[in-house]
């Protein structure tokens, strides 16, 4: 077995957790918490727009990240576009909405 000065071993185990704790900073990436949180967000957000009567027929995709809902998809009227966006606002721990969902002409 090799036996590594303490110095070494502490300055080995600091640039290891430094670039363990670094990977969850990068732009774009969650931690785990904040993951479930967000899936917990799109679940949400899916089973109120599904119990909405004038959108059940309708496959309206959702995504979240760091609480921003994403929607995309197709429905018929502006109104259900705007009902969609309304109803997703309303979800708690949802921080903003991106409706791009699109009317078919």
Not at 1 to 18: N, V, W
Request: aromatic content about 4%.
């Amino acid at each position: 077995m090799i036996r590594l000065p303490r110095l070494t071993a502490f300055a080995l185990a600091l640039a290891l957790g430094s670039s363990l704790t670094a990977c969850a900073a990068v732009q774009g990436r969650e931690s785990a918490g904040q993951y479930v949180d967000d899936a917990t967000i799109s679940t949400k957000v899916r089973t109120q727009l599904v119990q909405a009567q004038s959108l059940k027929a309708f496959n309206i995709h959702v995504e979240t990240m760091e609480g921003t809902v994403q929607l995309s998809g197709f429905v018929d009227t502006r109104a259900q576009k705007d009902q969609a966006g309304t109803i997703a606002q309303a979800v708690t721990g949802v921080v903003s909405v991106q409706n791009n969902i699109l009317v078919k002409q």
